[in-house]
């Protein structure tokens, strides 16, 4: 009996481009983390605006984490997205509304002072992930601590009402704020960081990468009849 290659496989051999596209970042920093600061008791966050598209849903999201001077292997925080004060950049904060949160548990590596990336899919921040944002609104989103002292990275050095700069964002969407507590977020006197905190969307399937596997299961067919 003639072998058969499978559609699918004869569909990526053809079409090369039908394979599965990068996630879509729609806020994240631009700089390299070079310091960290303790999450407990302090709360630590961002505000933004979205683009004009919407509604949007946050599909992913990804936190730059430190250990500090923590070598238990677990760990918690909350993560809680809120509406802002206004979408004025470096006056815009927290409104009082959470419109979502979501309690994450995770594993940190067991060695001091180590920094690691805490990457989280839409089934680990499932509240917040259904909740649909609106087009060219004000949001914030929160961390802290619900367990042990560790750190979030960031990037420090910046000046006053510049940070803002230091986030590369897509689709439409601003950088509004730093928060540490509700406040603009300093660490020392002239200093202002932004976190390591990225978030954004997984695409859905092209249409020229549907087309491309209809195509191939077409070629199948032909095969068989001849």
Not at 31 to 37: F, L
Request: glycine share 8%; no cysteine.
């Amino acid at each position: 009996m003639k072998k058969t290659v499978p559609s699918i496989f004869l569909g990526l051999f053809l079409f090369p481009w039908v394979t599965e596209a990068a996630n879509v970042t729609w806020f994240g920093p631009s700089s390299a983390s070079n310091s960290n600061a303790s999450v407990q008791p302090f709360t630590y966050g961002v505000v933004f605006m979205t683009g004009t598209l919407g509604p949007y849903s946050m599909d992913w999201l990804q936190i730059g984490l430190n250990t500090s001077s923590i070598t238990a292997g677990s760990a918690s925080f909350r993560i809680s997205l809120r509406d802002a004060t206004s979408t004025t950049p470096y006056s815009a904060v927290a409104g009082s509304t959470t419109l979502a949160s979501d309690t994450v548990s995770f594993t940190m590596p067991t060695t001091i002072a180590t920094n690691f990336n805490l990457f989280l899919s839409a089934a680990d921040i499932p509240n917040i992930s259904a909740f649909d944002m609106g087009a060219s609104t004000g949001y914030s989103l929160f961390l802290d601590s619900a367990s042990v002292n560790f750190g979030i990275q960031r990037t420090t050095g910046f000046a006053v009402n510049t940070t803002n700069d230091y986030y590369t964002v897509s689709e439409g969407f601003t950088a509004l704020n730093t928060l540490r507590n509700n406040s603009m977020y300093s660490n020392t006197t002239g200093s202002y960081p932004t976190l390591a905190v990225s978030f954004g969307a997984v695409p859905e399937p092209s249409t020229v990468s549907l087309f491309g596997v209809g195509l191939a299961m077409v070629l199948r067919r032909r095969r068989r009849t001849v």
